[in-house]
């Protein structure tokens, strides 16, 4: 019996010793697509030729649904090896960074860096209650995708029909609850999908799945809590 207590205890051991290790090399990850975007987008935004080469005609819809079409097409942890998902990562990193030197561009540093700060702290909060929390953040997970499809979709008819500052308000808000909502359900479901048995190679794949949700999280919920200091 107290053969068994040993094993169990120190299998429990391992696996907070190898989940925290799982954990931070998921925020690590996420944390390097980050700088690779802000990077980027400086490079670009500072460069009025790469502007031009980038987003000066019809190639920058090819540069806006790049991304998109790589998540969707080349990011498949089931089937793609680590080193393979790392490559398709930096991909979206670079090409997110691309579209977002119009950003750059467009507004101030010290409103950018005051954004990027509050978003910062929302996502560490939200991303300590998800891990943190007992109660099961599934439904809420459920509700927060359902929801920003719908927001999406009236975003998209906003493009066409056009909304009143008041309402691009509400929509922005509604985006920024939605990813909050979906920061601590992505940060649970992360820390439950984990387990050594799994083994490195399929750990490191889901390290990467983790890391792009996450990180397009933070950059939605950046934007648009940049929009909404705009709006003030």
Known sequence: MQTDRYSTTQS???????????????????????????????????????????????????????????????????TMSSGKLKMAFVGVSVLYGISFSTIAFAFAGADIARAFF??????????????????????????????????????????????SSGVETMISVGIVLVMAGLTAWETQNTKRMYHPSNGSEINSRMAWSAALSLYISFVIMFTHILNLMQQR
């Not at 190639?59 to 089931?78: E, R």
């Not at 439904?139 to 929801?147: Q, R, T, V």
């Open 118 to 163: 509050i978003t910062s702290a929302m996502f560490a909060g939200l991303s300590i209650y998800g891990y943190t929390t007992k109660k099961d953040l599934t439904a809420l997970g459920s509700f927060c995708i359902m929801a920003l499809i719908g927001l999406i979709v009236v975003s998209v008819i906003g493009m066409f029909v056009g909304f």
């Open 12 to 78: 429990n051991t391992e696996i907070d010793v190898g989940l925290r290790t799982h954990m931070q090399s998921v925020y690590n990850r996420m944390t390097i697509g980050v700088l690779v975007t802000a990077i980027t987008a400086w490079i670009v935004s500072s460069s009025p030729d790469l502007m031009m080469l980038f987003l000066g005609g019809p190639q920058k819809y090819v540069v806006l649904f790049a991304p998109l079409a790589i998540i969707w097409f080349g990011f498949n942890p089931a």
